[in-house]
């Protein structure tokens, strides 16, 4: 088969908008195309030179580049001469490449009005109709190409992706019909009236489309394919079966065929026959690992399924699929993400540590050992794959991302920020990655006391992502920790709250700067609320309830909180103090 270039002519499909329009012609344009063959051959000697001279300059200026020179001698010719038809198409491609549209339109109409059977003229026509989204008009010109020049193929598949566009779709089967009577059977073409088809309910004719390219290639599994997807597609499901076990009669291991089997079997089979079919699939060391990969991930990861049951029974499969494929990197991977969605996350981190003993190739399997140490919250291992993974995979923001975070845990501040430094330049195409980079070190940069450098980074990751709660918050309690700015951390604080309306360490944080703004009454009401959010668990909000029960006079309750909170895990000094001296401290 001849292979087709779709649409070859068009620089764009725009939105296509309506618009009124008819292709030039008729008796008077004829008879101005008269006048001007006779006004050219009235063409002095003198002027002719002229002429030659001028469209010498205009081509060099365009070669060039020179688009002011080239357009002022192409207009030169056209006052020397104008019937030359060839200085206005060169005029429409010039302000084609400009996208002025407008100008480029005029001046191909021009030259089709001086010449209407250039197949060029009326190409770039074309092209500028859909360019300016003019469907109509851009289908009207290539109506006119099919008519004048009916040996192009191409001609016939962009009238036909006009008509389909358009809506029209029995006249795009029309236009693809003389393409096939001209050019003989193109696999495009068929997909093209198949899909026509099937969006005019006529599943019949869809299927005898199909049946071209099967009787054409009775042994091409990939037309036999086609035929499975279309029953599959219509609920016929036994002759789509039917189909599957003809290409798996030529060709065992064909992955679709054996994907698509597996499905079918999967929803008109028992359960428990659904789970035997599955695992002769993947004890078959015949079928291609692709195969069995993907049916795990169809049916089971992308899923996501709560059901446990189906974890099980995920899991069993992936045991089978790494003990048939064990040099398999891919095989240890989809075991570790079926282990890791099960919580069962050593298992997962084994699985994931055996794909990449067998390929370190793949970055999300980095990605996701270092999402299991940090879960473990074992900061050196975090930090040891990010370094080797980033041998690797040197421009992976996220491995900065993790890389910072270890180092900021491991009090390593200074490293934490060059790190963080390092994502932000690398996720310029991801704002929010980029904001949270920026966050974080404005999280660094406070633990290092380095409040200006601090608070210049939360307001740049607050211009990307002014929604962020986590900026807004922490940006919010290290002014109020600083007693500094207090209304615009009162204000980004309560948006914070707004955005996240149940958590608890942001209730605190609103509540604390309302401490320290001297409104203790109204500090109380919000720290209830912390409380009863889940901060009944974290020493630093009980602490704070203590504080604000003494500023309120209630000291025996205060000082219950304050031992509340050392029971919770305090190890702030200032705290034993409070309890010793029995009074607030700063």
Request: proline share 2%; with cysteine.
């Amino acid at each position: 088969m001849r292979p087709v270039l779709f649409f070859v002519l068009f620089i764009s499909c725009a939105v296509m908008a309506e618009a009124a329009g008819s292709f030039p012609g008729g008796d008077k344009k004829k008879k101005k195309k008269e006048a001007d063959k006779s006004h050219a051959s009235s063409l002095t000697a003198e002027q002719r030179s002229k002429l030659d001279r001028l469209f010498l300059d205009a081509e060099k200026a365009k070669i060039l580049e020179d688009w002011e020179a080239a357009i002022r001698d192409y207009k030169s010719v056209i006052e020397t001469d104008a019937s030359n038809a060839d200085a206005h198409f060169q005029l429409a491609q010039i302000y084609s490449d400009q996208t002025n549209w407008k100008e480029a339109e005029k001046e191909a109409l021009e030259a089709i009005r001086l010449d209407g059977n250039n197949k060029w003229y009326l190409e770039t026509l074309a092209n500028i109709y859909m360019s300016e989204g003019k469907a109509k008009e851009a289908q009207s010109t290539f109506e006119t190409l099919v008519k004048k020049f009916p040996s192009n193929p191409d001609y016939y598949l962009n009238l036909g992706f006009l008509y389909s566009k358009m809506g029209q779709y029995e006249n795009a089967i029309k236009v693809y019909d003389q393409f096939e009577k001209n050019f003989g059977i193109d696999e495009q073409v068929i997909q093209e009236k198949k899909n026509l088809y099937l969006r005019l309910n006529k599943f019949n004719e869809a299927a005898n489309e199909i049946h071209k390219l099967t009787d054409a290639y009775p042994n091409e599994p990939q037309y036999m394919l086609m035929e499975a997807d279309l029953y599959k597609a219509k609920g016929d499901k036994e002759k789509a079966k039917e189909v599957y076990d003809r290409v798996l009669k030529l060709d065992p291991n064909n992955p679709q065929a054996q994907l698509g089997l597996a499905q079918l079997n999967m929803s008109t089979n028992s359960d428990v026959q659904k789970k035997e079919n599955l695992k002769e699939i993947f004890e078959n060391p015949k079928v291609n690992i692709d195969t069995k990969v993907s049916i795990l991930l169809i049916s089971f990861i992308q899923m996501n399924s709560g059901d446990s049951a189906k974890r099980k029974e995920a899991i069993e499969l992936a045991n089978i699929l790494t003990r048939v494929h064990p040099d398999e990197a891919k095989a240890f991977a989809v075991q570790g993400d079926l282990y890791y969605m099960d919580e069962q996350n050593d298992k997962a981190l084994a699985s994931y540590q055996k794909a990449l003993t067998l390929s370190k190739d793949v970055f999300q399997v980095w990605q996701q050992v270092m999402v299991i140490y940090n879960l473990k919250q074992d900061w050196k291992k975090v930090l040891e794959t990010a370094n080797e993974a980033m041998e690797l995979f040197p421009n992976q923001a996220m491995i900065y991302f993790f890389k910072g975070g270890a180092e900021m845990q491991l009090k390593e501040y200074d490293k934490a920020i060059r790190s963080y430094s390092k994502g932000e330049k690398m996720s310029a195409d991801d704002t929010k990655l980029r904001a949270q980079f920026l966050a974080n070190m404005g999280d660094a940069y406070h633990s290092l006391n380095e409040n200006g450098e601090s608070d210049s980074a939360y307001e740049r990751a607050l211009k990307l992502d002014p929604e962020n709660a986590y900026v807004l918050n922490n940006y919010s309690y290290y002014l109020s920790v600083r007693k500094e700015n207090l209304d615009k951390a009162k204000q980004m604080s309560a948006y914070a709250t707004k955005l996240d309306p149940n958590n608890d360490s942001f209730l605190d944080t609103y509540a604390w700067i309302l401490f320290q703004m001297g409104n203790y009454t109204a500090a109380k009401e919000w720290q209830e609320k912390a409380l009863k959010a889940g901060g009944d668990k974290s020493a630093t909000i009980l602490e704070h309830y203590g504080d604000i029960l003494f500023k309120l006079g209630n000291k025996s309750e205060a000082m219950e909180y304050w031992k509340k909170a050392k029971q919770a895990g305090s190890d702030s000094g200032a705290l034993d103090r409070k309890i010793a001296e029995q009074k607030y401290l700063e």
